[in-house]
């Protein structure tokens, strides 16, 4: 066992040095981290390491240390449940790994201990900055295409500062530009976050602009029914508007989700706008209390603003099947209005809009929709019907898509036709 592993630290030691060397980017499924950090602790732990020979095993690291490449990015993959686990190895039928998949076996269960312990210690041991995913090893990807379940490539290239050669503005431009509306003289502003698809860089684009301005400086609000399903791993969803990047704003969630309430909430705890003058609204067009009545929604936004608050609301206006979504498309009409108003008035306008997009995961056009989809016990994508009920069980799972080559949902009704939306959008790109 020790001479094996002795043989592993220094073979993935040289491949790595050598992918280095040749190809300047490598990109690989273990690193010598795994190794190192994973099976000799497992098999330390076990016994089949004594401690004199994990020692030497850890002399020989710090001595390499210097020369050893490490990663720009380590994505550290914890499994939604042990059980999917073992499901997922019975499925793959290699006859080695079936001891695992036993029920009382804790072997597993132990691995995934040894690997949660390396999201602290890696980045602080080695400098080496981790993302790390919670997935469901049933569903990370689709077996006859080999793609990967796109919000973990988007959380990748995010990490990586990747995301500008995919979305348009950047998050980084967005955020810059919100910055830009915020410092015109004049009222309070309201800026409405838009785009046509998920996976826009919305979220992490209002991080970057919390950043500038400040955690403490932000109040932020989700409506009940935008909470990410429990079974993508957030803990702290309640509390938090996470970016997919792990970056956390204290949010409040909003429960009847009703835009009135929000104005109650800072009524009831005196909240000052002079201290906290950012209000972030995400996935405004879920707060479905107001989805008849678009007037109301407009008016809740405004009387927030009126309090003396910039509100930044951030939403998509179509569903997955391509119809209108509540009310987003009349806060874009009232932003449409408000400029109109003001260019008479020469004044700046209160209320701004800001167009962000991506593109179809499948083409690379511009993403008009987002597709419902899941992982069926194929492990083939399954894309989800029209008259699909959010109520059925199960994970679901989203990408950007282009609604021409491919589709956000099946069985659309015979002859039917995406509606277009009563005000056109304007680009301020
Ligand atoms: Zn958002
Ligand atoms: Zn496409």
């Not at 073979?11 to 795994?34: P, Q, Y």
């Not at 950090?37 to 098999?43: A, G």
């Not at 009310?327 to 009232?334: E, R």
Request: charged share 25%; proline share 5%; glycine share 6%.
């Amino acid at each position: 066992m020790f001479r094996s592993q002795l043989f592993y630290l220094l073979s993935n030691i040289g491949s790595e040095i050598k992918a280095r060397l040749e190809k300047g980017v490598s990109v690989s499924d273990t690193s010598f981290l795994t190794d190192a950090f994973l099976w000799v602790e497992w098999h330390h732990q076990n016994g089949r390491l004594d401690d004199q020979e994990y020692e030497i095993y850890h002399k020989l690291i710090a001595l390499f240390k210097p020369i050893i490449p490490t990663p720009d990015l380590l994505v550290i993959l914890q499994p939604d449940s042990i059980d999917h686990l073992k499901e997922g190895i019975k499925k793959r039928g290699r006859s080695e790994e079936q001891v695992f998949t036993e029920d009382d076996n804790q072997e597993l269960a132990h691995q995934v201990e040894i690997t949660k312990s390396l999201i602290e210690s890696i980045p602080r041991d080695w400098g080496i900055k981790v993302l790390p995913l919670t997935v469901n090893p049933l569903e990370i990807f689709d077996r006859e295409t080999n793609k990967v379940n796109y919000s973990y490539i988007y959380d990748i290239r995010e990490a990586l500062g990747l995301l500008g050669h995919l979305l348009h503005p950047s998050p980084q431009e967005t955020a810059t530009e919100m910055m830009r509306i915020l410092s015109k003289p004049g009222l309070s502003k309201a800026i409405i976050l838009h785009s046509k698809s998920m996976f826009s860089g919305k979220t992490t684009a209002e991080c970057l602009l919390a950043d500038m301005v400040g955690y403490d400086k932000v109040l932020a609000f989700q409506p009940k029914a935008a909470l990410r399903n429990s079974e993508t791993g957030f803990e702290d969803q309640e509390k938090h508007l996470i970016s997919r990047s792990g970056l956390k704003i204290k949010a409040v969630t909003i429960e009847d989700n009703s835009l009135k309430s929000i104005i109650s909430f800072i009524r009831d705890n005196n909240n000052d706008s002079k201290k906290q003058p950012y209000i972030f609204i995400d996935d405004v067009m879920l707060f479905l209390a107001q989805k008849d009545n678009p007037q109301e929604a407009i008016d809740a936004l405004e009387e927030l603003r009126k309090m003396g608050f910039h509100v930044i609301a951030d939403g998509i206006d179509y569903t997955f099947q391509e119809e209108p979504f509540t009310f987003m498309h009349n806060l874009l009409g009232k932003v449409k209005k408000e400029q109109k108003e003001a260019e008479g008035e020469k004044r700046n306008p209160n209320w701004y809009q800001i167009e962000t997009h991506t593109r179809c995961r499948w083409c690379n056009k511009h993403a008009r929709g987002t597709r419902l989809y899941r992982i069926n016990e194929h492990g083939q994508q399954q894309i989800m019907p029209y008259g699909y009920d959010f109520r059925q069980p199960g994970s679901l799972l989203y990408e950007p898509v282009c609604c021409e080559e491919h589709n956000t949902c099946t069985d659309q009704p015979v002859g039917f036709k995406k509606s277009p939306l009563p005000t056109e959008t304007k680009k301020f790109y």
